[in-house]
């Protein structure tokens, strides 16, 4: 097959060019900068007493206020499994007021049966993709964090970051896993100094700057063309049709 020539002269005719809006680099600049401090909100997946994915989640949040954020963690206890009650349920209404109220989260889950528990995707599989005009995680950032009974394994921390790109968030590179948490962690609940803390240090540093980066620009960065096509009247009216609802 032959290669086109370059520059490519065959046009674009199934683009919609009254919605086509090329980026630049003027829109990725702020003219405005937030003066709050960043607003991270931390999940964690584990209802026991004695929780160590609730003891990172600590650690985290310790980080990120000594790096200047301001922090809060949801406590998932009461909160219903999806389906089995409406949204406005008070503790599903919490966790969404604050994932809109964040610029960032950390969701950190124990490895349980080679994955995520069943308490951490509930907290997610709440936060809705979209409400109304609102979308409670779309651009902002994530880190994953898992902690495990035995020896160092991925498995979570992969799921999570699947969930993260689902929901439309900006999932940094860096991520923790903390093999035989019960060994990290004293009697008190803080970790113990070594190379599996400095990763977590890392994470949160990270998170931090990839934070300050977006958080301003996070409207720009996820405004996307076939959202923008979505948008406009006759395509609303046309999936209305389609799916069957006539407004009387």
Same mark, same amino acid.
Request: aromatic share 8%; charged share 25%; proline share 7%.
């Given at each position: 097959?032959?290669?086109?020539?370059?520059?490519?002269?065959?046009?674009l005719?199934?683009?919609s060019q009254?919605?086509?809006?090329?980026?630049?680099?003027?829109g990725?600049q702020?003219?405005?900068?937030?003066t709050?401090a960043p607003?991270?909100?931390?999940?964690?997946?584990?209802?026991?007493e004695r929780?160590?994915s609730?003891?990172?989640?600590?650690?985290?949040a310790?980080?990120?206020?000594a790096?200047? =954020?301001?922090?809060?963690?949801?406590?998932a206890h009461?909160?219903?499994?999806?389906?089995?009650?409406?949204?406005?349920?008070?503790?599903?209404?919490?966790?969404?007021?604050?994932s809109i109220?964040?610029? =960032?989260?950390v969701w950190?889950?124990?490895?349980?049966?080679?994955?995520?528990?069943?308490?951490?995707?509930?907290?997610?599989?709440?936060?809705?993709?979209?409400?109304?005009?609102?979308?409670?995680?779309?651009?902002?950032?994530?880190?994953?964090?898992?902690?495990?009974?035995?020896?160092?394994?991925?498995?979570?921390v992969?799921?999570?970051?699947?969930?993260?790109?689902?929901?439309r968030?900006?999932t940094?590179?860096?991520?923790?896993?903390?093999?035989?948490?019960?060994?990290?962690?004293?009697?008190?609940?803080?970790?113990?100094?070594g190379?599996?803390?400095?990763?977590?240090v890392?994470?949160?540093?990270?998170?931090?700057?990839?934070?300050?980066l977006t958080?301003?620009?996070?409207?720009?960065?996820?405004?996307?063309?076939s959202?923008?096509?979505e948008?406009?009247?006759?395509?609303?009216?046309?999936v209305?049709?389609?799916?069957?609802?006539?407004?009387?």
């Amino acid at each position: 097959m032959d290669k086109p020539a370059q520059p490519f002269a065959d046009g674009l005719p199934n683009l919609s060019q009254a919605h086509f809006v090329v980026p630049t680099r003027e829109g990725v600049q702020t003219t405005t900068p937030f003066t709050h401090a960043p607003r991270f909100l931390i999940l964690y997946g584990s209802l026991r007493e004695r929780s160590f994915s609730r003891f990172l989640a600590y650690e985290a949040a310790r980080l990120l206020e000594a790096m200047g =954020g301001e922090v809060r963690i949801y406590d998932a206890h009461g909160l219903p499994l999806p389906d089995d009650s409406t949204a406005d349920h008070p503790k599903v209404q919490e966790l969404r007021a604050l994932s809109i109220w964040s610029e =960032g989260q950390v969701w950190v889950s124990p490895e349980r049966h080679g994955n995520m528990t069943g308490v951490m995707k509930s907290q997610v599989d709440w936060l809705p993709l979209s409400e109304g005009s609102v979308r409670p995680t779309q651009g902002r950032t994530l880190a994953v964090m898992q902690v495990s009974g035995g020896s160092q394994s991925f498995n979570a921390v992969n799921s999570l970051r699947m969930l993260g790109r689902w929901m439309r968030m900006i999932t940094i590179p860096n991520q923790s896993s903390v093999p035989m948490a019960y060994k990290e962690f004293d009697d008190a609940g803080r970790m113990k100094p070594g190379p599996l803390y400095e990763r977590v240090v890392d994470v949160c540093e990270e998170l931090m700057k990839v934070t300050l980066l977006t958080r301003e620009r996070a409207d720009y960065l996820v405004d996307r063309y076939s959202e923008r096509k979505e948008r406009e009247p006759e395509r609303l009216s046309a999936v209305a049709a389609d799916i069957g609802f006539v407004k009387r």
